[in-house]
């Protein structure tokens, strides 16, 4: 779908979000079979490069290459709505405007070009020129199918039609015409495939439905009870859900449709390759893009690569045809819209980037060889995307260098995090023989490795990127040490937004000034807060202030007690909070709540915060001016690629990674500036939340101006200290502050009891 109907796709997808939550190799040259010609289903999110199922430093010939062919210019001016296959021939649905109607055509690719082939009875459906329009194809022998989706009469209905030769005949079901009684909408489907047996089977955002190819009837239907993703593919006889949840995911396999007796195939990973270890998580959690042949055998392809799965055995594995950081699946800022394998072996992936479509080919090359000679291990805790993108973008620009990313956590991983267990783990890797070349060490001792000598110098990678004004100074800068080395750079950053109204920015801009700011005020700016909230909210802004030396600094500690008891006083100390009773932050900003704070990570990642600041006439401020590092980068110091493992942070900070909204402002200049004028118009997203009378309310995301998009730029470039963690300071307070909050303890006797709390622990 074209960027022109971003706004109303990414409503519709936080509404299938909504819905869901509430449901709570080496490949040969083979014959790759016939593939079906509907629902080759794309996949969104195709993000990094997996973990350690890559490409190895070995020359043997033979290998899947990925090329880029040129899109029809016979389309120039049309959009492609769906690519798939009929009759072993790749082909093309598109559809543009004309005459305030909706057009559609079908195009086959013909050797080295493309054909039209567009059957008369397309020319028989009268659509609207609408905006945003739902359209899918599917055939089987039993006939040609189209659902459309568009807006009529202020609701989104969907209309379901049968060719025949030149005339075309609805057969939608009478069932999609009524309300949903809870959502009072209609029913709206994503997907739809064709089987032999004469059936449909259809995929909406509430449910799975097998229809009559004949007239459309409701055979069987059910109630959504996991999320799919990536429509529906057939291969005649059985039909293929694809469902992603947290790190990994499945494939259910319904035989003619049917639910019952379905069975489900695990997504390929691309794990156990060389250095793989169990503590680690190899593998990704992006969507899978499928296509299925005739013979039941599959091809996925994954941010680890693409895959194939022989016919009739399911319970078999899947064999890796190419990594995924050798192709573009392994670009996070690619979103596979369609996929699909020809029997010769070729396989095709049409992609969108930046609104932009892009048309891979994927064949076995018996003479290409691998150019891998060394192999860097990149060690982080969590998974990451812009990671990802970056070895991948780099080993394109360096195909003898492969980064190889293992990570510990993935990207979706909802438990608390054993930090103090990663610590111990990576502590014994990089001291012994098993050490990775690359470290990123977020939420880690990082000063601990730099003491040990365990850590390379940065300075000369990173200083000339600062006097050339290629990053940001006031970000990297504060990690030269006093020795004037630095061991550690932030590729990505983010700050703690303080949001309110009724207050100026100056007054919320630091502790010291809300505190004197709410020791004036007759209103309860914030919302009550328990210990342990309040801590977590305003620790980690002085607890590098509170310790000098290897002893807590009293005097320090003093003050800061002082601030959070006035801030206390005015919000009210609760004992604890009930699972209804939600700490729900901005989102209370809109209801009796004057202020909050909001953690947030890149332009795109800052427009509900905006658009909530907008609607309550608000203002907003960096807290304490300190930034949230993110994707902390070192070197190890015993690695044998220590001048590519340079190169390679180099090329991290470059505007070719940085140039990514990604869960972060960027580090390069360049590139702050480049997102911060991105035009945004298109996007919008809309979320239910509470008011001040106690109904529920859309909250719309809309894009804010460039003024403020300057405005957030500013506030980026006027950061100068990195927020700091501490999980024994933490503790210690949160075990201490109560009885001082709620009066029962003196200033004097908390500082104390802090004190001999943390005193073993400072000493070491």
């Given at each position: 779908?074209?960027?022109?109907?971003?706004?109303?796709?990414?409503?519709?997808?936080?509404?299938?979000?909504?819905?869901?939550?509430?449901?709570?190799?080496?490949?040969?040259?083979?014959?790759?079979?016939?593939?079906?010609?509907?629902?080759?289903?794309?996949?969104?999110?195709?993000?990094?490069?997996?973990?350690?199922?890559?490409?190895?430093?070995?020359?043997?010939?033979?290998?899947?290459?990925?090329?880029?062919?040129?899109?029809?210019?016979?389309?120039?001016?049309?959009?492609?709505?769906?690519?798939?296959?009929?009759?072993?021939?790749?082909?093309?649905?598109?559809?543009?405007?004309?005459?305030?109607?909706?057009?559609?055509?079908?195009?086959?690719?013909?050797?080295?070009?493309?054909?039209?082939?567009?059957?008369?009875?397309?020319?028989?459906?009268?659509?609207?020129?609408?905006?945003?329009?739902?359209?899918?194809?599917?055939?089987?022998?039993?006939?040609?199918?189209?659902?459309?989706?568009?807006?009529?009469?202020?609701?989104?209905?969907?209309?379901?039609?049968?060719?025949?030769?030149?005339?075309?005949?609805?057969?939608?079901?009478?069932?999609?015409?009524?309300?949903?009684?809870?959502?009072?909408?209609?029913?709206?489907?994503?997907?739809?495939?064709?089987?032999?047996?004469?059936?449909?089977?259809?995929?909406?955002?509430?449910?799975?439905?097998?229809?009559?190819?004949?007239?459309?009837?409701?055979?069987?239907?059910?109630?959504?009870?996991?999320?799919?993703?990536?429509?529906?593919?057939?291969?005649?006889?059985?039909?293929?859900?694809?469902?992603?949840?947290?790190?990994?995911?499945?494939?259910?396999?319904?035989?003619?449709?049917?639910?019952?007796g379905a069975a489900t195939i695990p997504y390929p990973t691309g794990e156990g390759g060389e250095g793989a270890d169990a503590m680690f998580a190899v593998g990704g959690t992006g969507s899978l893009a499928l296509s299925a042949l005739k013979d039941g055998t599959l091809i996925g392809a994954c941010e680890n690569g693409i895959f194939r799965l022989a016919g009739g055995n399911p319970e078999g594995q899947w064999e890796q045809l190419a990594s995924g950081i050798e192709t573009d699946f392994g670009m996070s800022e690619y979103y596979c819209t369609d996929f699909a394998a020809l029997e010769d072996g070729s396989i095709y992936a049409l992609f969108l980037a930046d609104g932009e479509k892009k048309l891979n080919r994927y064949e076995y090359d018996p003479e290409a060889v691998s150019e891998v000679k060394e192999v860097l291990r990149l060690y982080t805790v969590y998974e990451n995307t812009l990671l990802k993108q970056a070895a991948t973008l780099y080993h394109k620009a360096h195909p003898e260098v492969l980064i190889d990313i293992q990570y510990v956590y993935p990207m979706?991983?909802?438990?608390?995090?054993?930090?103090?267990?990663?610590?111990?783990?990576?502590?014994?890797?990089?001291?012994?023989?098993?050490a990775p070349d690359i470290v990123v060490m977020d939420h880690l001792n990082m000063d601990s490795y730099s003491d040990k000598g365990l850590l390379a110098d940065l300075d000369d990678v990173v200083k000339p990127l600062e006097e050339s004004g290629e990053v940001l100074a006031n970000i990297t800068g504060v990690y030269v040490r006093e020795d004037g080395k630095r061991y550690v750079v932030p590729l990505q950053f983010g700050f703690n937004m303080a949001m309110g109204r009724d207050i100026a920015p100056e007054n919320m801009s630091s502790i010291q000034a809300l505190s004197e700011f709410l020791a004036q005020a007759d209103y309860n700016y914030l919302q009550p807060q328990t210990v342990a909230e309040l801590v977590d909210t305003f620790y980690p802004y002085f607890c590098d202030e509170i310790v000098s030396g290897k002893q807590l600094d009293r005097e320090a500690m003093g003050r800061y007690l002082e601030y959070l008891k006035t801030i206390g006083d005015s919000c009210g100390i609760i004992a604890s909070r009930s699972e209804e009773d939600v700490l729900s932050g901005m989102w209370n900003l809109a209801a009796e709540t004057k202020l909050a704070f909001q953690e947030v990570g890149g332009f795109d990642d800052c427009m509900f915060p905006m658009s909530m600041v907008e609607y309550i006439k608000g203002d907003c401020a960096a807290f304490e001016n300190r930034f949230l590092p993110s994707m902390q980068m070192g070197i190890c110091s015993k690695s044998q690629y220590i001048d590519t493992a340079k190169d390679f942070l180099q090329f991290a900070l470059s505007q070719q990674v940085q140039d990514t909204d990604s869960n972060g402002f960027p580090v390069n200049s360049a590139s702050l500036e480049k997102l911060a004028v991105k035009d945004r118009s298109d996007y919008s997203a809309v979320?239910?939340?509470?008011?001040?009378?106690?109904?529920?309310?859309?909250?719309?995301?809309?894009?804010?101006?460039?003024?403020?998009?300057?405005?957030?730029?500013?506030?980026?470039?006027?950061?100068?200290?990195?927020?700091?963690?501490?999980?024994?300071?933490?503790?210690?307070?949160?075990?201490?502050?109560?009885?001082?909050?709620?009066?029962?303890?003196?200033?004097?006797?908390?500082?104390?009891?802090?004190?001999?709390?943390?005193?073993?622990?400072?000493?070491?």
């Open positions: 779908m074209d960027r022109k109907n971003g706004r109303r796709w990414l409503a519709a997808l936080l509404t299938a979000a909504v819905l869901a939550g509430a449901l709570s190799g080496c490949g040969k040259g083979e014959s790759a079979g016939d593939s079906r010609a509907e629902g080759n289903g794309g996949t969104g999110g195709n993000e990094g490069t997996g973990g350690n199922g890559g490409s190895q430093a070995e020359q043997s010939k033979g290998r899947y290459v990925e090329n880029q062919e040129p899109l029809p210019a016979e389309l120039d001016g049309w959009d492609i709505i769906q690519m798939y296959t009929a009759e072993d021939k790749l082909r093309f649905l598109a559809s543009k405007q004309e005459n305030g109607k909706t057009v559609l055509s079908e195009w086959e690719k013909q050797g080295d070009s493309y054909a039209e082939v567009t059957p008369g009875w397309f020319a028989s459906i009268e659509l609207p020129a609408e905006e945003w329009m739902e359209i899918g194809l599917a055939r089987s022998g039993g006939g040609e199918y189209l659902y459309t989706g568009y807006t009529e009469e202020d609701a989104f209905k969907t209309h379901l039609w049968k060719g025949e030769g030149d005339a075309v005949r609805e057969i939608t079901p009478g069932e999609w015409n009524v309300q949903n009684e809870e959502t009072g909408s209609y029913e709206m489907v994503t997907g739809m495939a064709a089987l032999d047996n004469g059936t449909l089977m259809t995929l909406s955002y509430t449910g799975v439905a097998l229809l009559s190819g004949e007239d459309g009837s409701i055979l069987e239907h059910e109630q959504m009870t996991a999320f799919y993703e990536g429509g529906i593919v057939t291969d005649g006889t059985n039909a293929y859900l694809c469902s992603s949840e947290g790190s990994g995911g499945q494939i259910e396999v319904r035989k003619d449709g049917r639910k019952d979706y991983h909802y438990e608390i995090p054993d930090y103090e267990a990663v610590y111990q783990e990576l502590n014994t890797r990089l001291m012994g023989s098993d979320v239910s939340i509470g008011t001040d009378i106690g109904d529920g309310m859309m909250f719309e995301s809309k894009p804010y101006s460039q003024e403020t998009a300057q405005k957030l730029c500013a506030m980026c470039k006027a950061l100068d200290r990195p927020v700091k963690e501490d999980a024994k300071i933490r503790e210690v307070l949160i075990e201490c502050l109560g009885p001082y909050l709620e009066g029962s303890r003196s200033r004097e006797d908390t500082v104390q009891k802090i004190e001999d709390g943390l005193k073993m622990y400072l000493a070491e």
